[in-house]
């Protein structure tokens, strides 16, 4: 007998609905495999950019400074460094040259200055006057010293003439200088004589001949610029080649310091790549075997469909094998398009749910061929259910075990959920010897989404048990509630399965979310608690005396902050020195701390001298004098302070420190994110700043990265749950199309109200999506919340991350399970008012 094999890929056709669900199952299973690959290598390049994006960009490849140089060694190490740099794929070697630290005679006064060139160096400065490619270029604090003007000559006309003045160059000084900023920016805390700021002379030969006349040794810096790496292999390639370049370089003699700081970077990329990668995978080996759940239900499915031919086809002798062998020929179009479709939108959404869109060179390589692995053994799930199936229905069926329904399966997934909690108290983030990035316990991590299959699993066996127990529900004085509970009934099944899918897709998203925000949060609030504010500067003890005036249009963003340390009963402590009426605008704020209210106890000094003070943490209460002639009483306590970080101390107001000294040192804190554009406020109002710090910088964020990376991840499996479980909700009113369509055609025809039939199906749909929102989001919020205090990469720095308010969650969940609900309920009503009851009741 010839079998109608070869036409089975068509013949698919005839079942609409098994092909879109053998599609979306192809798609779904593709995506995790895609998303789950490519956000373990999107995460290592993502820690490759934060690590060469950190710090300077100069220092990422190999740094060479030589001192005390006499000019022909300078030229032959130049040389040398550019033939090098030539050979192994640099563009070249960018040398500055520095002369010593001397004082300078102009017009009779003699300010530090240190001469200099660096190639391309008039290019980055801000010149204030002049301007001409030659002579001597001086920074404004140095002609203002000296009282230097244009064409002037220093040292008694030994020096060029004064071409430029150009602003000082600062740190941070951006990522041209900022390898150079111990050459060329002059630090106010260094002894005197030992720092000064840079004179430049664009002309290099006039800097040669000028060194020649002064007989002086000086500096040399190589630095080799280059596109900095976007993933890891092209990490490792540069890292090589700068090996390379340093091996060359051997030959210049022990008088030089050569340094590369790339490799350091490459090994806490992979690290973290590595962290990332055992988190998700067993998530993604879950998921598949979910996904290879669903396959199977595909094919019971098309045995359902093709019941009549499937048991035509066994009396003519067919064997399971082969009618298993022909439900995969039907299937594997859809299958094959739907994988297909699954790596498309999972290369388009990568930027949705992944840290970095740079991937590997062979990362689709390895997508391919992985997905097409999994689809091949989803076809063999087919085959294999779709033979099993046949054999069982008409060869030897088994004994109905309906107790196996019974089975309380959630106590297997709450024994795992406690299990999972004790290994999340026992900590989830462990570090290894030799590494400095946390390694995330893959069964601590489960936790959450253990939490919530549980909960989704006993709501869809309560929804299952009620509706079994429906037939006694009497409510037709509702008539659209009693409807819809028989409507759900008759498909009690896939109502529970649909619930347990919507539930734990609302569930995962909500446990996604909010611990990746929380650990954005937790690392935002930790740093900024460091700083104080977005950022800091420290300045001259003038200004706090009034002395030195700040520009006018920071009075509105800044507070000026002292601080003095001191000792309590022999412990270090931190004495900070606020301003009240500007603190609580520019301070960085908790809402679990209330500084307005904390502030409002303090003031100036009693009559005895004794200063009001907020005691910070577990500082000791009481009258204490922990800095020699500055009493303080504790008026008031609270846990965490901006700028104490891991300090304990006390707080007291400025007017209770009349002596500007007894601080050791002023910060001024302010609200602006760019602490480029503070610095250049500062020096365009004349004010002399150090030590800046930016609240992005001051601390490692990898570590939170890696924990949030692998929970976006975690969203990412929740969206793409949630829109199984929409897909899910529209495929099931599509196949009991005929059956809903026939009972509402003949209700309406005998007096059923179109309302009433609207409202019907809004309640039946309504109900799964309304239980799925609630027990989801629920779960998802409580567990993540539990979940996210444990899951700390630095505990030791107040606040714990937390989960954020969920009520825009709670809002963005309800209006989207309100849109498949309704969209649902339009395509059921639809097919029902449209269908004639005498063509279904023929049929």
């Known amino acids: 007998m010839r079998l109608p ?132 270029w001086l920074p404004r604090s140095v002609a203002e010293a000296g009282a230097v003007k244009l064409g002037d000559r220093g040292r008694g006309g030994l020096l060029p003439p004064v071409t430029a003045i150009f602003e000082d160059i600062a740190a941070p000084s951006g990522d041209w200088w900022c390898s150079e900023e111990r050459y060329v920016v002059a630090n106010p805390l260094a002894g005197e004589g030992t720092t000064a700021p840079l004179g430049l002379l664009p002309d290099r030969a006039e800097f040669d001949q000028l060194m020649a006349k002064l007989s002086t040794s000086y500096t040399l810096t190589l630095r080799f610029p280059h596109q900095l790496p976007a993933t890891l292999t092209e990490a490792h390639e540069l890292s090589a080649r700068s090996t390379a370049l340093l091996n060359d370089l051997s030959a210049l003699g022990g008088r030089f310091t050569k340094t590369d700081l790339l490799r350091r970077g490459i090994e806490l990329a992979e690290q973290a790549r590595t962290s990332v990668l055992l988190a998700v995978l067993p998530l993604t080996a879950v998921t ?67 840290p970095s869109t740079a991937l590997e060179p062979g990362t689709f390589g390895l997508v391919a061929a992985v997905v097409a692995a999994v689809l091949a053994v989803a076809l063999l799930v087919v085959g294999a259910t779709a033979a099993v199936h046949v054999r069982h229905t008409y060869q030897s069926k088994p004994r109905e075990r309906r107790v196996l329904r019974w089975i309380p399966w959630e106590l297997g997934t709450s024994a795992l959920a406690v299990w999972s909690w004790t290994r999340l108290l026992d900590g989830a983030l462990t570090v290894q010897r030799g590494e400095v990035l946390p390694r995330i316990d893959p069964i601590a991590l489960a936790f959450p989404l253990l939490v919530v299959l549980t909960a989704a699993g ?57 611990v990746a925000s929380a650990q954005q949060n937790a690392l935002d ?73 904390a502030l409002a106890e303090l003031g100036p000094r009693d009559a005895s001298g004794t200063a009001p003070a907020l005691r910070v943490g577990k500082s ?143 309640v039946e749909l309504g109900v799964i999506a309304a239980l799925a929102t609630v027990v989801g989001t629920a779960t998802g919020v409580v567990s993540a919340a539990l979940s996210a205090a444990r899951l700390d990469p630095a505990p030791r720095l107040a606040p714990f991350p937390a989960v954020p308010n969920p009520a825009s969650f709670v809002l963005l969940t309800t209006l989207a399970a309100a849109v498949v609900v309704v969209l649902a309920g339009a395509v059921a009503v639809r097919a029902a008012r449209t269908a004639r009851a005498g063509e279904l009741l023929r049929g």
């Open 5 to 136: 094999w070869t036409r089975a890929p068509r013949a698919a056709l005839a079942s609409a609905s098994t092909v879109l669900v053998a599609a979306l199952a192809g798609l779904v299973l593709s995506f995790v495999v895609t998303a789950a690959i490519s956000h373990t290598v999107a995460s290592g390049s993502a820690a490759v950019a934060y690590q060469t994006g950190r710090g300077c960009p100069m220092i990422v490849t190999p740094t060479v400074d030589g001192a005390r140089l006499r000019p022909a060694e300078v030229e032959q190490a130049v040389r040398t460094s550019t033939e090098a740099a030539a050979r192994n794929g640099f563009d070249g070697a960018l040398a500055g040259r520095y002369a010593a630290v001397a004082r300078t005679d102009f017009n009779g006064r003699t300010p530090w200055l240190r001469l200099g060139h660096r190639e391309g160096a008039a290019d980055h400065v801000k010149v204030i006057a002049g301007g001409e490619r030659s002579g001597l």
């Open 288 to 354: 598949v075997l979910v996904g290879m759940v669903a396959v199977g239900a595909v094919a019971l499915q098309w045995c359902q469909r093709r019941r009549a031919e499937v048991r035509l086809l066994w009396v003519r002798g067919v064997s399971p094998a082969a009618l298993g062998g022909k439900a995969v020929l039907e299937l594997v179009v859809p299958f094959v398009l739907g994988g297909a479709a699954g790596v498309g939108v999972g290369r388009l959404a990568l930027p949705l749910f992944a």
């Open 525 to 597: 609030d930790k740093s900024g608690m460091i700083v104080g504010a977005n950022t800091a500067v420290q300045l001259p003890v003038g200004v706090a005396e009034g002395k030195i005036k700040l520009p006018a249009e920071l009075s509105a963003t800044t507070t000026l902050v002292g601080d003095a340390p001191g000792l309590v009963n022999g412990e270090q402590v931190k004495i900070l020195v606020v301003d009240r009426a500007s603190f609580d605008r520019v301070a960085w704020s908790l809402s679990s701390v209330d500084a307005s209210e």
């Open 458 to 514: 006993l709501i869809s066996r309560v929804l299952g048990v009620s509706l079994g127990a429906s037939h006694r529900l009497d409510v037709w004085s509702w008539p659209a509630v009693q409807l819809a509970v028989r409507r759900l009934a008759i498909s009690r099944t896939t109502a529970t399965g649909v619930l347990t899918v919507a539930a734990l897709a609302v569930g995962t998203v909500a446990v996604g979310y909010g």
């Open 620 to 762: 000791p209460d009481g009258q204490l004098e922990p800095v020699n002639g500055v009493k303080l009483r504790t008026v008031a306590s609270v846990p965490q302070f901006p700028g104490f970080g891991v300090d304990r101390g006390y707080v007291i107001a400025r007017e209770a420190l009349p002596n500007a000294y007894d601080a050791a040192a002023w910060r001024l804190w302010s609200t602006s994110t760019d602490i480029n554009q503070l610095t250049a406020q500062l020096t365009a109002g004349g004010v002399r700043y150090f030590n800046p710090q930016s609240r992005t910088k001051v601390i490692d964020a990898l570590p939170f990265y890696v924990v949030s990376w692998t929970f976006s991840f975690i969203t990412a499996l929740g969206a793409v749950l949630a829109v199984l479980a929409a897909c899910s909700l529209l495929l099931s009113v599509e196949v009991r199309r005929r059956q809903n369509a026939l009972f509402s055609a003949l209700a309406t025809r005998m007096g059923l109200r179109r309302r009433t039939l609207v409202s019907s199906h809004l």
